[in-house]
């Protein structure tokens, strides 16, 4: 489901209040603000968030940008654009080392011998990377 008015409202008023500068757009350190005010997150994750949101690749991110990567009505567009963010590499598939730093950015930490059990799942025809199709059974499987 896409956001709601309420919501819209209370991320434009977050945005207004992170764009320190008043320019219409928030650069890493004023997107680390933000996710770091959020519980739980790392920093890291705003980098992440500015790599996918970042249309124009002005290594900033205008209001318009950072709403896009939360309009998603459809659920299998909400997972491609999950997919697409994993991919921090943008080659097209997900690395256990992608997978991993994403996994670690929250509050509940993955040890290796986790990662090792989920990553062994979910790479299902062994050749060390996560394409759509089996990155899509890992989020059913585990409602990431």
Known sequence: MAASKEQLDGMRDTFKDADKD???????????????????????????????????????????????MFAHDDPEDKVKAMYRMYDTDKDGTISKRELAKLMSMGEAQIGSGMMSLVWSMADEDGDGRLDYPEFCKLINKYKM
């Open 22 to 68: 008043g320019s219409g757009k928030l650069s890493l350190r004023e997107l680390e603000k933000i996710v770091l005010a959020m519980s739980g997150m790392k920093k890291e994750f705003a980098e992440m968030i500015l790599k996918h949101a970042d249309h124009d690749k002005d290594m900033m991110i205008n209001y318009d940008e950072l709403i896009n």
